[in-house]
């Protein structure tokens, strides 16, 4: 499923759990039918320019659970 970023930050500090993954994107993701969800997305490289309305794309890991991920 594709989907649009509606609002986002880039988190440059975080708990013990995650600071092996600092900066990260969270996001609320926007699907075609309006609905929004808050995710991680995967892809975020620091520097990297994100804007409202970018693109992302879900798909099943290997384990079966979706992932977010930028589509530039």
Do not use: C, W
């Not at 975080?14 to 994107?25: E, H, I, M, N, R």
Request: glycine share 6%; hydrophobic share 40%; aromatic share 12%.
């Amino acid at each position: 499923m594709n989907y649009k970023i509606y609002s986002f930050a880039v988190m440059r500090s975080a708990s013990l759990d995650f600071q092996d993954k600092v900066p990260y994107l969270t996001a609320i993701l926007e699907d075609e039918n309006g609905n929004r969800k808050s995710e991680f997305v995967h892809g975020y490289v620091d520097g990297m320019t994100i804007n409202i309305n970018d693109r992302v794309v879900s798909e099943k890991g290997a384990d079966g659970v979706e992932i977010y991920r930028i589509a530039k």
